[in-house]
């Protein structure tokens, strides 16, 4: 009897010790999470990156200024591109 008594306090101890560091990883893996989302977040409202076709610099789309199919980065560079 006392046997399945000391059996089941292990069987407990192991339980609620496992529990505790399973909802530790849980809060661990939700931060982790939160922290990609927001990385997430940032590259999409960080939006596409277009690459000036005339020096190679990556610029966000909305700052680029596109001229047909070519993104520059810079009023200097698009009329530099337009030149060639
Ligand atoms: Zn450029």
Not at 9 to 31: C, D, H, N, P, T
């Amino acid at each position: 009897m006392f046997k399945i008594l000391f059996f089941a306090a292990i069987a407990a101890v192991i339980y609620f010790g496992w529990r505790s560091v399973r909802m530790k990883q849980m809060e661990l893996e939700k931060r982790l999470d939160q922290q990609e989302k927001s990385v997430q977040k940032t590259q999409q409202s960080g939006e596409r990156m277009v690459q000036c076709a005339n020096c190679g610099v990556y610029v966000p789309e909305s700052e680029a200024i596109r001229i047909g199919r070519d993104c520059y980065c810079c009023r200097e560079h698009a009329e530099a591109g337009r030149r060639r």
